[in-house]
């Protein structure tokens, strides 16, 4: 099985993650700043930010589905 996120995809979990932690961390006001203007300024669609973030995103999710399947493969018949 392949699975691959675009670029837009990956920033919209991207921004999924930044929204909750920055909602539940308890971040100071400052650090919520901080990461709000990182999000507005360096993660931009199309930026290298991005693509870099969706490069390992990538090649994260391929790794976890490489081993998932390794292990099933090696599993014996009677579990």
Request: with cysteine.
């Amino acid at each position: 099985m392949k699975l691959e996120l675009a670029s837009e995809e990956a920033r919209e979990l991207l921004m999924c993650i930044l929204d909750r932690l920055t909602d539940e961390a308890g971040l100071s006001d400052s650090d919520r700043a901080a990461l709000l203007r990182w999000r507005s300024e360096s993660m931009t669609p199309g930026s290298e930010g991005m693509r870099e973030l969706t490069a390992k995103i990538n090649a994260d999710i391929d790794r976890a589905l490489k081993t998932k399947e390794k292990s099933a493969i090696m599993k014996p018949d009677w579990r």
